[in-house]
């Protein structure tokens, strides 16, 4: 099985950033794809940004320009930079990892004021 660790997020201000991280271990040979979900309080969870093991990136519409994914394949890591944070971005972000199945993170907050 695939476990993944998340870190970062937090409190952030608008027009700020904040970076998350999202560490896989465990059986990661048959991972193709890792990415980020975000669920606000009261709304479904939607995709943020995906990142292929080819490196085929897709963002959401509403943080195209914004934020960031990377992929550090040598430490099983994939990052989301978050630049010109917005409140809107206030959500839990849940990091997930694709192949046979799809494994989640636990979740970590993130909180942007205004």
């Known amino acids: 099985q695939v476990q993944l660790v998340e870190s970062g997020g937090g409190l952030g201000q608008a027009g700020g950033s904040l970076r998350l991280s999202c560490a896989a271990s465990?059986?990661?040979?048959?991972?193709?794809?890792m990415g980020w979900y975000r669920q606000a309080p009261g709304k479904q969870r939607k995709l943020v940004a995906h990142?292929?093991?080819?490196?085929?990136?897709t963002y959401a519409d509403s943080v195209k320009g914004r934020f960031t994914i990377s992929r550090d394949n040598a430490k099983n890591t994939v990052y989301l930079e978050m630049n010109n944070l917005k409140p809107e971005d206030t959500a839990v972000y849940y990091c997930?990892?694709?192949?046979?199945?799809?494994?989640w993170g636990q979740g970590t907050q993130v909180t942007v004021s205004s």
């Open positions: 997930y990892a694709v192949g046979t199945t799809t494994r």
């Open positions: 990142i292929t093991s080819g490196g085929t990136i």
């Open positions: 465990g059986s990661i040979a048959g991972i193709y794809g």
